[in-house]
Each structure stands twice: as structure tokens, then as C-alpha cells.
């Protein structure tokens, strides 16, 4: 594959599946600094991704695998290399928010999340996204019986948070 | 407030622009960071490699006795090899496509482990052979303190390099992943 394929077929996966990238990155990030510097870490993780993907699996599946996989190591870097990757974007945000306000029922959602454990925040991104229990268990590389076991966890916290949620009138 | 609500509010979420941002940016940075770490490493193995193989052909020609200097070339003839191999393997495991998150862990933890273990054994396998030959040859020729000192200030200097690196970087790293792993088996 020469270079110009993998960044046209990078810049293709870019352009159609953002949304996703930018759900992973804001399940495990809180502060727009961290944002910027776990999507540049996504996107550059993707781009070497490129040459090995393989038709077998979904592009989409292919893309929150990286994703995720990289943003559950990437919580633990130290604050030096998120420095010098910062460095690399020359003090310029990657990512700008939109003018729109977010829907706070979705910021909501994201905190909900944001408070779970690492691998219980891929497990609900997928869920929320439609993936089946046997598609997260080969995604993950966990059981399905203990995709089961979590989800059941996932689905009752969030409805009980839910649920005060919508007791205290937002 | 069911499941089935939640999952209509983040459905919702999926027509909405959350980010915008700079394609260009992107692969600039995208460019810039992968030359880099490609940079990075090749200077470190083929410097490395080098520096090995010159000073293994130094030994062989300007070397003083023949015992001596034939093990001080083969020792460093196999620091070149060894690191050779070891950039081989890199190499190759860039080719490798894991199956899933969870494998993907596991030979980042067998890295980390290794890399560990490089770090533990650095001493057995290179500093002290390395230094038993110095220190062999010094003892055998009239040597001043000033280099007796500066000789085994340098191997003790990167003995503890290396001991730096294991103790805030590999470890901590290997117990992170390690630690994800766990929450990976816990149901």
C-alpha cells in the first residue's frame, strides 16, 4: 500500500466515522486539553492501522477497536508525553467545539460514563451504539457470558441515575 | 426512566456535529509524529549497531594482546547482533494485527514485561561481562586513580540509568496494563 492509498483510505475513515472517534474521546476525557491530545492519538493509531485492516471485520469495528484500545492505555500516560504530543499540534486546539449548545441530557450520559471503570465505559459506548453481546465480546476479546454479567451492571446504574435524573426536574 | 429512553437520547446525539476540526491538521501532525518515532528509533538501533560493529573492528585491529582484544570484539559484536535482532522483532511485531482489545493488551503487557525484564538483566548480561573485561585489562597495565574512577563511574552511571528507566517508566507501565487486565477478567 503506498502512502497516498492509506491517507486517502485514512482521510475517507475520518471523514465517516468522526462521530464515533469523538464518542470514545469523550467517554474518557473531561478536560478539552486531554480531548484534543487522546483524538490525535486516535487518529494517528488509526492512520498506522490503515495497511493492516482486513475487509473481515466492519470498518466501523475496526475503528472503535482502535479507538477504545487507545484510550483505555492512554489513561494511564504520563503527563510528560501528553505534553510533548501537545507540543505537536503547536499549541492549536485540533478540536473546536460548535457553536450549537449540546444537549444536556447527552452531557448527562457522557458524565454517567466518564464515572464508570475503563473497560465498563467501552462496554457502554458499545451498547449505546446497538452492538450485540457476542460483537463486544469478540471486540474486547472478553466472554460473552461476562459481556452479559457487566451489562446487566451498565444498564441498571444507568437507569436508576436516570431515573434521579429526571426526579430532580432536568 | 427505561434503557430504551437513554438509548434514543444517544441515538439522537448521532445527527449532531459534537466536534469540528482541521483535516489538515490532522495529517500534518499525523506526519510529522509518525516521522518522528520512526526517527527516534531507527537513530537509536542503527546508531547502536554501529558503534558496535566499529568498535569491534577497532579491537580487531588497533587491539593490544590477543586473548583480550578477541573477547572485548566478540562481546561487542554481540551487543550489534542482539540489537539487530531485537529491531527485527519490532519490526515484525508492527506487521502483527490483533484480534481484539484484550489482544491487543496481552502483547502490550508481553512487551512491557520484556522490556522489564531487558532492564532487570541489563547488569548480568552487559555491565558486568563489559566491566570484568575493563576492569581485567586495567588491572593488567599501571592505571591511574582518575581512571580507575571515571571507568567504574561509568558503568555504575549507566547501571543507574537503567535502573531509573525500569523503576519510572516499565513498571509502572507493566502494573497499568496489568492492572486493566484485571478489570478486564472481573464480571
Redesign the interface.
Request: glycine share 4%; hydrophobic share 40%.
Given at each position: 500500500m503506498t502512502a497516498t492509498e492509506q491517507?486517502h483510505i485514512?482521510?475517507q475513515w475520518?471523514?465517516q466515522y468522526?462521530?464515533l472517534i469523538?464518542?470514545v474521546v469523550?467517554a474518557y476525557t473531561t478536560e478539552q486539553a486531554d480531548r484534543d491530545d487522546l483524538?490525535?492519538e486516535i487518529?494517528?493509531q488509526l492512520?498506522?492501522s490503515v495497511p493492516?485492516f482486513?475487509s473481515e471485520a466492519a470498518v466501523s469495528t475496526w475503528i472503535y477497536?482502535i479507538a477504545?484500545?487507545v484510550a483505555?492505555?492512554w489513561q494511564?500516560r504520563e503527563k510528560r508525553e501528553r505534553e510533548r504530543?501537545r507540543r505537536?499540534?503547536k499549541g492549536?486546539p485540533?478540536?473546536?467545539?460548535?457553536q450549537?449548545a449540546?444537549?444536556e441530557?447527552?452531557a448527562w450520559?457522557y458524565q454517567e460514563i466518564q464515572k464508570m471503570?475503563?473497560?465498563d465505559r467501552?462496554l457502554a459506548l458499545l451498547l449505546?451504539?446497538?452492538y450485540s453481546y457476542k460483537e463486544m465480546a469478540?471486540?474486547?476479546?472478553?466472554s460473552e457470558?461476562?459481556v452479559g454479567?457487566?451489562i446487566f451492571r451498565i444498564?441498571k446504574r444507568?437507569?436508576q441515575r436516570?431515573?434521579q435524573?429526571?426526579k430532580d426536574g432536568v | 426512566?427505561?434503557?430504551e429512553?437513554?438509548?434514543k437520547?444517544?441515538s439522537?446525539?448521532?445527527n449532531?456535529?459534537?466536534?469540528?476540526?482541521?483535516?489538515e491538521?490532522?495529517?500534518r501532525?499525523?506526519s510529522?509524529?509518525?516521522r518522528s518515532v520512526r526517527r527516534i528509533a531507527n537513530i537509536n538501533e542503527w546508531g547502536l549497531m554501529i558503534v558496535a560493529g566499529l568498535t569491534s573492528v577497532s579491537l580487531l585491529i588497533i587491539g593490544s594482546d590477543g586473548a583480550y582484544k578477541i573477547v572485548a570484539a566478540l562481546t561487542m559484536l554481540a551487543t550489534g547482533i542482539y540489537v539487530w535482532w531485537q529491531r527485527r522483532q519490532r519490526l515484525s511485531g508492527l506487521?502483527k494485527?490483533a484480534?481484539?482489545?484484550?489482544?491487543?493488551?496481552e502483547e502490550?503487557i508481553a512487551n512491557a514485561r520484556y522490556m522489564v525484564r531487558f532492564s532487570q538483566t541489563f547488569a548480568y548480561w552487559f555491565l558486568l561481562p563489559a566491566a570484568g573485561i575493563a576492569l581485567f585489562r586495567m588491572s593488567q597495565k599501571e592505571t591511574s586513580l582518575v581512571k580507575w574512577l571515571f571507568i567504574l563511574g561509568c558503568f555504575v552511571f549507566s547501571h543507574l540509568l537503567v535502573q531509573l528507566e525500569l523503576r519510572w517508566k516499565h513498571r509502572?507501565?507493566l502494573r497499568?496494563?496489568e492492572e486493566?487486565r484485571e478489570?478486564?477478567?472481573l464480571?
Open positions: 491517507q485514512f482521510n475520518l471523514g468522526k462521530a469523538f464518542k469523550c483524538f490525535q487518529c494517528l492512520w498506522r493492516s482486513r477497536r477504545i484500545r483505555m492505555t494511564g504530543s505537536y499540534a492549536q485540533l478540536l473546536q467545539m460548535p450549537q449540546t444537549d441530557r447527552v450520559l471503570d475503563t473497560v467501552s449505546l451504539d446497538g469478540q471486540l474486547l476479546g472478553i457470558s461476562n454479567v457487566k444498564k444507568l437507569t436516570a431515573t435524573f429526571a | 426512566m427505561e434503557f429512553d437513554i438509548q437520547v444517544w439522537e446525539e448521532k449532531q456535529v459534537m466536534y469540528v476540526f482541521d483535516q491538521a490532522i495529517n501532525m499525523i510529522r509524529r509518525a506487521q494485527v484480534s481484539s482489545v484484550r489482544e491487543e493488551l502490550g509502572p507501565r497499568r496494563l486493566l478489570k478486564f477478567e464480571s
